[in-house]
């Protein structure tokens, strides 16, 4: 079992700016609701090219981030052929190992996976994605004195490992989804976006 993937991560949730998740502290109002997207741009699983795809999961956070026990819906795009949706969620669902199995660590249910299209696009930092006709989310980062992108490192909680974080703000965020309950529609939130690689 071996996998290999790189490409962009746009993650966006309810708690304010900035996240106190990725710190490792309790969450915004107690909770945290999320959605997790990484586009992949080159990739294999166990030999299956799955480059130009997206994995995406809705996440009900119900405490502090790492104590686990999140409630998801994930999210495999439509694009994909029945081996390479297999793949993707063989690696992001965790069952292969790695660094995809520590995040999915954290999963105490999978209330749903779905098959939806989903459509990322990031330029010079700015990003957006919508997932399915239920979610959607538009973002762009912060600048530092220097004009160089605000980023986090070494930080208790990451969903790319290895990878610095650039500290983003969403200026739209919505998602309505009837497993989860979720009916959010936010404005100024809490966003992330970043490179990945994954590898085992």
Known sequence: MSYELSGDLLEVCTCKILCPCWVGED??????HSLNAW??????????????LTFATLCDIPGNVLKGN?????????QSTKEQEAALK?????????????LA???????AVERVPIKVDVT???????????????MGPYQGATG??????????????????????????RASNP???????????NAIQGDFHFKL
Do not use: M
């Open 179 to 189: 497993t989860l309950g979720f009916d959010i529609d936010l404005q100024g939130h």
């Open 27 to 32: 969450p915004d109002g107690g909770y945290c």
């Open 105 to 111: 660590s954290l999963y105490g249910e999978i209330a």
């Open 148 to 173: 160089h992108v605000t980023t986090l490192r070494d930080t208790a909680f990451s969903t790319i490992p290895g990878s610095p974080a650039y500290v983003s703000k969403a200026s739209r965020y």
């Open 39 to 52: 586009h992949v741009k080159r990739g294999q699983v166990d030999g299956v090219d799955v480059s130009g």
């Open 70 to 78: 999140w409630r998801i819906v994930a999210f495999v795009d439509d």
């Open 90 to 102: 063989n690696v992001f669902l965790g069952k292969l190992g790695g660094p995809c199995a520590d």
């Open 124 to 138: 010079k930092g700015k990003g957006r994605i919508t997932v399915g006709s239920g979610i959607e989310a538009e």
